[in-house]
């Protein structure tokens, strides 16, 4: 018979908040470099695909409002646009993060799969919704609090997905870690964003290599400051155990 328990990989959240969890951003961007080279081809096809249905959506956009150029329309178009595009993205960019989460503890996922699920989520889409919202609020302003938005409900979404916490808490958990740990986590994202720039200039064939390592970067990032559940599944055999992890 087999034995099944819930174990947690990675860090622990209340070690996190009191700023105790050791994180060096250039040993998780190695093994997220490392995972890419093995599981590429998933994180490129969900990325693929969330590109196309974000295009597909400014092209139908574009005919239904007869938009020529999306710079120049009105507060109300854009408002819609804004929705729209978080209504489509939110739940497949999770998919995407959570991917790289499962990768990071050695599991196995299926874009799609995980797409349908974010995309019956209500929740994930209010969060998402408010997130866009408090980020273009940010914006209004100056430059500087909206990117500081951006960047610390950045774990928002995937720890409302992975952690089932309630809207308010896993925004407000995202902005306490980000708080602790932002010449990492800061230093990641704007090393992300150079290289997503290098990356057109290389007609973005670049694009093969660092969409892949963005997400399970993250995915390392996530599991060393709030930790995975798994389930450990002890299979005995008459030689030795043989166990088998299962993302709870």
């Known amino acids: 018979m087999s034995e099944e328990k819930k174990i947690t990989l990675g860090g622990d959240i209340d070690v996190t908040l009191r700023g105790q969890t050791n994180i060096e951003l250039a040993s998780c961007a190695k093994e997220g470099w490392l995972l890419s080279k093995k599981n590429r081809g998933s994180l490129l096809q969900g990325s693929l695909f969330t590109l196309s249905m974000s ?3 400014i092209f139908v956009i574009q005919i239904w409002f007869d938009v020529q150029d999306l710079q120049n329309i009105s ?4 408002f819609l646009l804004n929705v729209l595009f978080t209504l489509l ?3 497949l960019l999770t998919a995407l993060m959570l991917m790289g989460i499962r990768q990071s503890v050695g599991m196995g ?3 799609i799969n995980l797409a349908k699920q974010m995309s019956t989520s209500a929740l994930l889409i209010f969060t998402a919704l408010m997130i866009g919202a ?3 609020v940010g914006m209004s302003i100056l430059l500087l609090p909206g990117v500081y938005l951006s960047m610390s409900m950045a774990f928002a979404l995937p720890l409302l997905a992975d952690k089932k916490l309630r809207p308010s808490k896993a925004i407000l958990l995202s ?3 980000f708080n602790r740990y932002w010449r990492t986590l800061a230093a990641f994202y704007i090393a992300a964003f150079v290289l997503f720039i290098a990356g057109l200039f290389t007609l973005g064939l670049a694009y093969f290599w660092i969409v892949p390592w963005y997400f399970n970067t ?3 990032l996530y599991r060393e400051l709030f930790g995975v559940e798994v389930i450990s599944s002890g299979q005995p055999t ?3 155990k043989d166990e088998t992890m299962f993302y709870a």
Do not use: D, I
Request: charged residues 10%.
């Open 89 to 91: 993205t939110a739940p």
């Open 75 to 78: 507060m109300e178009v854009s």
């Open 55 to 57: 295009l597909l959506l």
């Open 218 to 220: 993250k995915g390392v």
């Open 238 to 240: 008459a030689s030795h």
């Open 175 to 177: 902005v306490q870690v």
């Open 109 to 111: 996922s299926v874009f």
């Open 134 to 136: 408090l980020v273009n």
